[in-house]
């Protein structure tokens, strides 16, 4: 089983949209989670961390399920420009470092 | 301002040439990273700087060879590479070496080995 692991996709949703997408984890310890987004041919960039309680930020929502360890984001009125890969990303074991999911891809369609 | 610069953008290289990536930032971040990522796939973690003293090297070949000149830079020496080692070379900082802490990413360098 892959530490991190999330749906490749491609999703295609068209504009207006609510898109959620799951990852879960297989270290029980993790304690730091992270989704990024990135933009073909660019840099990750940071979207959200993901907090026990859940967090929101405008359209977005993370929720964290420790139980049954995943974590979601939550995409509602989606745009044109939300098109791009999405990564979870969550610490290893040594806490030194992050695993990175092999991302999901979003398109927005008009 | 949550800026990493790395420089050059893009580098075309031959096998034998001897090449340097350059990053650099001024957030007063004390941990330093490189990473590699291939078309479609998520970055892999290269190497970690944590206040200037390489802390993880992920099994890297040596002909990438990686240094911290100080602690708002960080370089990464290119030798006798392989057509394989083609991808986009990312360079991240975060506060401190821990995994709690957010790491920030400059735009990256494209390389093409030739």
């Known amino acids: 089983r892959k530490e991190v692991e999330q749906d490749p996709g491609p999703f295609n949703v068209p504009e207006g949209a609510t898109v959620a997408f799951n990852c879960t984890y297989s270290?029980?310890?993790?304690?730091?989670f992270f989704w990024y987004r990135q933009d073909c041919r660019k840099e990750p960039k940071l979207l959200m961390s993901?907090?026990?309680?859940?967090n929101e930020d405008g359209r977005f929502t993370a929720q964290l399920n420790r139980a049954s360890q995943y974590i979601s984001l939550l995409i509602r009125d989606s745009k044109l420009s939300d098109s791009a890969t999405y990564l979870c990303v969550v610490n290893s074991v040594s806490n030194y470092q992050l695993i990175w999911g092999a991302g999901t891809k979003l398109i927005i369609k008009p | 301002d949550t800026e990493v610069t790395q420089t050059p953008k893009h580098l075309v290289m031959g096998m034998t040439n001897k090449k340097s990536l350059k990053c650099e930032q001024h957030?007063?971040?004390?941990?330093m990273y490189w990473y590699k990522q291939k078309a479609k796939k998520p970055p892999e973690l290269m190497f970690v700087?944590?206040?200037?003293?390489?802390?993880i090297n992920e099994s890297v070949p040596s002909r990438f060879s990686p240094e911290c000149p100080n602690s708002s830079l960080l370089n990464l020496h290119l030798h006798a590479l392989q057509p394989e080692d083609s991808a986009l070379y990312l360079c991240?900082?975060?506060?401190?070496?821990?995994?709690?802490?957010?790491?920030?990413f400059g735009a990256g360098t494209r390389l093409s080995v030739l």
């Open positions: 700087y944590s206040y200037e003293k390489l802390s």
């Open positions: 270290n029980s310890a993790s304690q730091s």
């Open positions: 957030m007063g971040h004390r941990a």
């Open positions: 993901v907090y026990s309680s859940g």
């Open positions: 991240a900082s975060s506060q401190q070496g821990l995994a709690k802490n957010i790491q920030y």
